[in-house]
């Protein structure tokens, strides 16, 4: 059974092993809008500009994200903006795009420095934004024909000692309605730029469809390239047909060859004769026969009509969750599955530093990542075995580009249902960006540099490029370098399971959302949502709910104080029981009787001393008045710190007490011994001229020196009750556990006695209540004097803590 108050009390690191859903909505949100638009009117009307809009997203209260145009006057390119609306709203999400994800998640693990995006997710909401109301869908209500096209089109080179992220792999996803309303069929696609720009030939600016040009299409590929590097961006274009998709080819992926006759860009015409019109593809009423038929129908001859970029927002709550955790510094660490740039734009979102020395990629460099695609293609028709040896380079020079290599490889384009099979949830491997700072890069090298070089790799906030495996084994080095861990994740990913099992203290999380339209969402997805998060539950030690997430940081404190409260009282339990032992120490030494006999032994041991542990034990917690106590590494090895702390607080705050107790039990022996007295423990009489009227036995002596250590005991407890706060700012007394501790500690003091047949109100005299009534007073301002030595210690080292807790210079710092 794992103590949950003492770990959550020491954590020293909180890690988010999810982000969608907890740190952000499950899909991306609308960032900007792009379309072409007239630059002027003194201007030619082939005269185009790229026309940016920004978009604003919001939380509301049951869940969902609204969006708004930054701009008021949005109004005025209400043409632009129904084009890109009516595509994504033939185009809309549905769950026939995620075989064709798996199967581009299978194709790009072929195709160097490539990477299957889900960047088509749930747009619905922008057609409502810009006017389309629900019914404006019905005409194309009927189940759409779907076509999915692809391109092995390599990622960029890398340079020499640099090694460049993976590029989305070139796709397009088209959907073909037919329309109640006309006698033609509409197509809308969405892609990535390169590939859709290709089977553009027109562009929409708002008014009439223009030409496209290269100065165009190079304008809108830049801010592609630009904004699919940090976000995700769709190409939306548009084109009708006369003829619906031939059955053999419906719902089919195809290959697009990189070597294909394209239509010459620049030269088009703006009218048509009868003649020249009825030989466009659009009036083409032959059959398909052939890949190549359907790629040269449904690839060309589209109308750009812009594109969208999405990006993954914050959710407020883990905003102040991050801001919660930095203050009672508990390192807040984001692995995330996304390369270096997409993850620094959402680490700097959630308030998380991501800039220099700041981040570790777990991405591990492959040897493949440096080969061109000619040495790809090449190792797979010649084996890899002929092209490293020189003495066959002679199989290069028989191609003279990447693209007829494609060729070879490549000897059919048509592609049924996807005959591989791959989950896409699952995160293919990144190529990491060079780190200025030169932390590690691969998991591999994580433990090296925390050996050789220094400890930056356990500071930073945020880890890129993570898989399931590096997590869990970064987990492990984190705590092995005494690093007690809280790992959340989400309860819907199956890889958190043994992270949850290998954590200190593992919460699973049930995600805000989920990945069905935003505008209809699916209604049997919340109880399947619910049953997995119970499954999973069974792996973690707390199930926890979304919007009890803030819960977080005043429980880590909440267990803080109490761990606090319980060291202390098991510390003063500590000494307590030293005290007991000096004191019967001295008096064996002393050659005097007993100072106790085995019943109040027995008493102080076994009820005294744990009511009086247990009282200040359930001290009351108030957040805002306690101080924020920082924990420290876990360790086996005992503080040199702690030692002195402890010898100091017993030789000042309990040795006295115990030599009292003993100077008061040798006068009291003394005073009260006559010539006669014969006592079977003892080793030699005393005599005393003064006789007392009535001279006190060896039991009522005790029992006054009892209740002497009684009330000592209560007082010495005082200053454990608010250990971090003086006696004028925090009484005691308000403590109800500690006041009735002390109150059942003197009450069974004094039963006892009479019990035991000694009458305290006749042994007491003004000599032992003068004294204890001296001796309360002064050990209670020892005490205070005591405890405010160690409030000071305890805020220095605190300081020191919280400087050591945002420094991260390591070896390689320029400061």
Known sequence: MKDFVALIGSLTGTSFFDKKGLLSPMNPCLDKVIFFRPTSEEQPKDSLSLEIMDLSSELNYDGSWSVDFDDPNWSRFGSNLKAIGQCLLMNRCDSSFTPFLDHLSAVASTVPRTIATACRRCSCVF??????????????RKLPQTLGFYQRRPGEAPLPGLTKHQTPLEMAYATVHADDRSLYYHMSCQGTANLVLEACTHVWDGESLIPISERLCKTAADFYQRHSVTGYCLALSYRPSVRPVEDPFKNTYFEVPLLRDRPRIGNLVRTHSLDSSQDDAFFDSAPQKTVEDVIQRYLTGHVLCGMIVTQYEVMPQAVQLVDQLENLCVRFVYFSRENELRSRVFAEKLGLEAGWNCHVSLAEVCENDGRTL???????????????????????????????LHLIYSSSYVQGSPSVKKQSQVVPKVVVLPNKAQLPTGIAAVRPHLEQVDNVPLLVSLITDCTSQANLEMLEIMQEYGELVLAIGSSLSVANTNIFLQADVSMSVLPLGDWSCS?????????????????????????????????????????????????????????????????????????????????????????????????????????????????????????????????????????????????????????????????????????????????????????????????????????????LSSFWHSNPLACLPWTASCVVCLVAQVLFSYASGVALHKVLSIFSVSGIVVWTFFILIVNELVKLRSIRSFAREQRRTKLGFDTKLGMNSPY
């Open 127 to 140: 057609p409502q934004l810009i006017g389309f109301e629900q019914s404006s869908a019905e005409q194309f």
């Open 374 to 404: 000619k040495d790809f293609f090449l190792a797979k028709v010649y084996g890899t075995e002929n092209i490293n040896n020189p003495a066959d380079s002679g199989y290069k020079k028989n191609f003279k580009s990447d693209e007829q």
């Open 519 to 723: 505008v209809n969402p699916s209604r049997d997805w919340q109880q399947i949502k619910e049953m997995v998060d119970r499954l999973m539950g069974t792996a973690c030690d707390f199930r926890l709910a979304y919007d009890r997430i803030l819960a977080i940081p005043p429980l880590i404190v909440a267990c803080r104080h109490r761990l606090a409260s319980v060291r202390g009282s098991l510390a003063f339990h500590l000494f307590a029981s030293c005290m007991l032992s000096t004191s019967l120490l001295f008096t064996a030494v002393s050659f005097l009787p007993l100072l106790f006999d085995y019943d109040q032994v027995f008493l102080t041991v076994f009820v005294q001393l744990p009511c009086l542990t247990l009282g200040s034990v359930f001290t009351p917690f108030h957040p805002t008045a306690n101080v924020i106590r920082i924990s420290s590494k876990n360790s086996n090895d005992v503080q040199r710190q702690s030692i002195s702390w402890a010898a100091v607080n017993f030789l000042v705050g309990f040795l006295p007490t115990s030599l009292y107790l003993v100077m008061v039990f040798f006068f009291l022996l003394v005073g009260n011994a006559t010539v006669a007295c014969s006592f079977a423990d003892v080793v030699c009489s005393v005599a005393s001229d003064h006789l007392s009227d009535v001279p006190l036995s060896t039991l009522s002596i005790r029992h006054i020196v009892g209740l002497h250590q009684a009330l000592s005991l209560c007082v010495l407890s005082s200053a454990w009750v608010y250990p």
